[in-house]
């Protein structure tokens, strides 16, 4: 069911970075929208940022100037740099790739930012 992997989540304490990696096949991969997700406990999943094939940018609003979303199109990579920390940071991240009306979703990551 997976079909995108994330990696590179843990534990960080407040103020401090992580940075996050997806990586999928080139046949989800080419032509899609990337972006990151992320559902923090007991609340909805929302979105965090995405990012076209020409590095068209977007971002929620309580991670931008701290959150960097980026992709290497060569190989199939799109991440997420995190900096500056928060506790309200943690949640499962998800990342996804939407081409046209079909979404792909990995299994989720655990990012936990500790006061």
């Known amino acids: 069911q997976v079909q995108l992997v994330e990696s590179g989540g843990g534990l960080v304490q407040a103020g401090g970075s992580l940075r996050l990696s997806c990586t999928a096949s080139?046949?989800?991969?080419?032509?899609?929208?990337m972006g990151w997700y992320r559902q923090p406990p007991g609340k909805q999943r929302e979105l965090v940022a995405t990012?076209?094939?020409?590095?068209?940018?977007n971002y929620a609003d309580s991670v931008k100037g701290r959150f960097t979303i980026s992709r290497d199109n060569a190989n199939n990579l799109v991440y997420l740099q995190m900096n500056s920390l928060k506790p309200e940071d943690t949640a499962v991240y998800y990342c996804?790739?939407?081409?046209?009306?079909?979404?792909?979703w990995g299994q989720g990551i655990q990012v936990t930012v500790s006061p």
């Open positions: 996804n790739a939407r081409r046209w009306i079909t979404d792909f």
């Open positions: 080139r046949s989800i991969f080419s032509n899609s929208i």
């Open positions: 990012i076209t094939v020409t590095d068209s940018t």
